[in-house]
């Protein structure tokens, strides 16, 4: 690998990576501002997509055309669906999926984008053992799953939502950027991964604890991506 983009979708997900890189450099695209430089001897950009799919799919597609990334790593935090889960654990992507898309009436199950072959994107096999690897050294003190990260353009707050996502589709984790970021992977032929810690549970109290974890949840994640770029 030869460059990796380094994606978030707020300031406090990519903050300690800004920190940490050396010989930053801002281009700015589309509105986004992307930083290159390099962490632990890898060629990196750095951006901050933004919230949402739209913002993410614009920004993993200007990765890909502008700075040639052979791989896009996603960093941030999300709300816990699998019932194991709690506040601060990680989900490392086995692939991701929308949960929002729904062509319901033409037949297609929720989740299913009409006339594509896939819609549930797998995430890089390479990928997801090295960030094994990092999580067994890292985590000892909270929980690590491999599993489905679902995303849509919706911050889910409610109990039975969570219950809709984990029981039809097999989610692990919900956030707003990861299935754009892999679906546009896959476009590419780009390998990815996403990791995410959880700031909340997606239900009844998840605005109140997002504001009051969502710096501990992204700095976790980044522990696990910058120990990633020290093994690679
Ligand atoms: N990111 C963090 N928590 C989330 C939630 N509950 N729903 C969507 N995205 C999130």
Not at 35 to 41: E, K, R, S, V
């Amino acid at each position: 690998i030869k460059t990796i983009g380094l994606m978030g979708a707020m300031d406090e997900e990519i903050a300690l990576l800004l920190q940490v890189m050396e010989g930053n450099e801002e281009i700015k695209h589309a509105g986004v501002s992307f930083i290159t430089g390099t962490l632990h001897n890898s060629k990196v950009v750095v951006c901050r997509s933004g919230v949402g799919k739209v913002n993410a799919a614009a920004t993993t597609q200007i990765l890909v055309d502008r700075f040639n990334v052979d791989a896009i790593w996603f960093t941030g935090v999300a709300g816990a669906v699998h019932p194991d889960l709690n506040i601060g654990d990680i989900v490392i992507s086995s692939s991701c999926q929308q949960h929002d898309i729904d062509a319901s009436p033409l037949g297609y199950e929720k989740g299913v984008i009409p006339y594509q072959e896939v819609s549930d994107y797998p995430a890089d096999p390479r990928f997801v053992a090295l960030a094994q690897e990092a999580c067994a050294l890292k985590c000892s003190d909270h929980h690590y799953i491999v599993g489905k990260v679902l995303s849509g353009d919706q911050f889910v707050a409610d109990y039975h939502y969570v219950a809709l996502l984990r029981e039809t589709m097999n989610g692990a984790c919900v956030e707003m950027e990861g299935a754009a970021v892999a679906q546009v992977c896959y476009m590419n032929q780009i390998p990815y991964v996403v990791l995410r810690s959880m700031s909340d549970k997606a239900d009844g109290t998840a605005d109140v604890n997002f504001a009051e974890f969502t710096v501990m949840a992204s700095n976790r994640s980044y522990q696990i991506i910058n120990e990633m770029l020290e093994r690679l």
